[in-house]
């Protein structure tokens, strides 16, 4: 093959270079791509070399991904540069070079303008940048500031399949369906092209995965918890799994489901528990990869098994990125997944197509929760059982996705705080193009008490004022200190259709402390008006899915729905003449005061 007929790039692949392209003409920010496991970002990849004017630097974290890019980009009929001591190359001259992040980060000194004259670097690709860390001392960001010292207007590209980190969110900022992702602190800025797992599978790029109900009986990790780092502690997964009565006859349906599959790959909890599900397969047929394998094992196995000389490969949080065999058409899963994005990395192992393949056969053993096809919320999930769910925000009708609970066909709890939605009101400017802003709609918010503005709930500053917000605890403290004030560790809040001194309707609110002291409140529901202040001074701060579209007209409808409704955490009355006036309510609390849940 010449430089002169390049590899065939399939319809999305060049749409993808093109938005790419689009998008550095216009902006430094920088960019990422997201494409499905087996969708050929080596390719994008090798054609984004290929056209780029300058010299171009393209990192991976593992040397097989640095070897199948190089491959790519050699089917031009090009020559490009290797560094990487894995591959036992460390060559830095010529106009693009593909090495691995761990090798050129020691050998920062070879990556400036090259002794060949060819300048500075122009374009750096990141391939699985989900790895890219906000720490600046990072691996990544070390390598960018180096490129930058040279060329502060050095162009990244980050390649993934799962855009966000456990523990951070999303990796980027703005999404070009017009939506905002992470937080403004994301290092990239911009998703410039997504291709959906779905559409790849349904246009035939990639087999089909069939999951198939295991017909014994799993693993039940319900119980556990992620760390703070999002992930799940080996020591508590290694509790469930290793020795659990139902290994055994998982493995012999997961054989009896492989007699008609040519590469099975299983996924384990831990390393105990890998090495109890390598002693019941074939010890011929079966080989274990842990973190701790060495790196000449490793890699005999691996080629082992692309060579089909062995049909079982047993692994423990290793191989989900990085690692093509093709021929694999069966994945059993015998562990949770702490995201949708880990699941559809373990479940995109056995996606790619090979000749006499139609499907990969998916057996989960571990009750993951997560659809195949479901977008990634972004924000870590609150408990085990909720579910993403769109909220539409009622400002600029963005389909916001959060995570919620459902009641039927009816959202009645999100997690959300602020709506994701971009909008052209009011462009904010980034090195002199207009950007879309985010809509300033909030779900839930705490308010300035100088300036009225709403705020985030976990805010310090007022975005409006820029004045220190009161803390939660000093208002109770100040409320505490008063003689004519009452506060209410709120334990339960109950509503009551009743009617005022002159006969009309009206909905009582009732809160309660553990100690039996209570507050309570009135609101009427009979006019437009009369509801419009209702949905503004209560249902905003109550709903449990804030922003929802439900405005009850009696207060029967308040009480029959009241599922839908979150009481305070806490609740500030004052004395005016004989009775008590609620003033303030906290919600959101997360200060040492303790709450009545709490209670031992």
Avoid at 94 to 121: D, H, I, P, Y
Avoid at 470 to 475: I, N, Q
């Amino acid at each position: 093959m010449t430089a002169s007929s390049p590899p065939s790039l399939r319809p999305y692949q060049r749409q993808a270079v093109a938005r790419v392209v689009e998008h550095f003409r216009e902006t430094d920010d920088p960019a990422v791509v997201v494409l499905p496991t087996g969708s050929g970002k080596s390719l994008v990849i090798a054609e984004l070399a290929r056209l780029a004017r300058g010299r171009v630097l393209v990192l991976a974290h593992v040397r097989e991904l640095v070897e199948q890019n190089h491959a790519k980009y050699l089917a031009y009929g090009l020559e490009a540069d290797i560094f990487s001591a894995g591959l036992g190359r460390k060559e830095a001259e010529r106009q693009v070079v593909f090495g691995s992040v761990q090798s050129v980060v020691r050998n920062l000194e070879r990556f400036g303008a090259s002794s060949e004259g060819a300048g500075n670097f122009t374009l750096l690709v990141i391939d699985e940048c989900h790895r890219v860390s906000l720490d600046e001392d990072s691996s990544y960001r070390r390598v960018i500031a180096r490129l930058r010292e040279r060329n502060s207007r050095l162009k990244v590209l980050g390649l993934t399949a799962t855009p966000y980190r456990l523990g951070q969110g999303f990796l980027y900022h703005r999404h070009y369906h017009g939506m905002v992702r992470g937080n403004d602190d994301c290092f990239f800025r911009d998703c410039v092209f997504e291709q959906p797992l779905r559409l790849m599978v349904k246009q035939g790029y990639l087999a089909e995965p069939r999951l198939v109900d295991a017909a014994v009986e799993r693993y039940d990790f319900s119980a556990l918890e992620p760390g703070s780092g999002g992930l799940f502690q080996e020591a508590e997964l290694n509790r469930v799994a290793a020795g659990n009565r139902a290994t055994p006859g998982i493995i012999e349906e997961v054989v009896g489901h492989a007699a008609e599959r040519a590469g099975v790959m299983l996924f384990a909890a831990s390393v105990a528990h890998a090495e109890e599900i390598r002693g019941y397969l074939p010890a011929d047929e079966t080989a274990l990869i842990t973190g701790a394998t060495p790196a000449a094992e490793r890699e005999a196995i691996i080629h082992a098994f692309k060579a089909r000389e062995l049909k079982y490969l047993v692994n423990v949080s290793v191989l989900t990125t990085g690692f093509d065999a093709p021929h694999v058409d069966l994945i059993a899963i015998l562990r949770p997944t702490e995201s949708v994005g880990l699941y559809q990395q373990i479940v995109g192992r056995g996606l790619r197509l090979a000749p006499g393949k139609s499907d990969c056969l998916i057996l989960d053993y571990a009750g993951n929760p997560w659809d195949l096809y479901a977008p990634e919320v972004g924000s870590p999930r609150p408990a085990g059982d909720t579910e993403p769910v769109q909220v539409e925000c009622p400002q600029c009708g963005h389909a916001n996705l959060f995570w919620g609970r459902r009641d039927g066909e009816i959202v009645i709890e999100h997690f959300g705080r602020r709506c994701q939605g971009l909008v052209e009101q009011g462009l904010v400017e980034e090195e002199g193009v207009g950007k879309p802003q985010q809509c300033t709609f909030r779900f839930r918010f705490k308010v300035c008490d100088q300036c009225g503005a709403e705020n985030d709930i976990a805010a310090r500053r007022c975005h409006g004022c820029e004045v220190l917000l009161v803390d939660a605890d000093d208002k109770l403290r100040e409320a505490l200190k008063l003689r004519d004030a009452r506060v209410l560790r709120v334990s339960g809040m109950q509503l009551e259709a009743t009617v005022n001194g002159r006969g009309l309707p009206r909905l009582k609110v009732v809160y309660h402390d553990e100690d039996g002291a209570t507050l309570a409140e009135w609101f009427a529901l009979e006019t437009p008006a009369q509801r419009g202040a209702f949905a503004a001074v209560f249902l905003r701060d109550h709903l449990r899915a804030p922003g929802t579209r439900w405005l009850p007209t009696t207060p029967e409808e308040v009480i029959r729905e009241q599922r839908r409704l979150r009481a305070p955490d806490f609740v500030i009355g004052r004395k005016v003449g004989r009775h008590w006036q609620v003033r303030r309510k906290l919600f959101d609390y997360t200060g040492r005061y303790r709450l009545a849940a709490e209670a031992g």
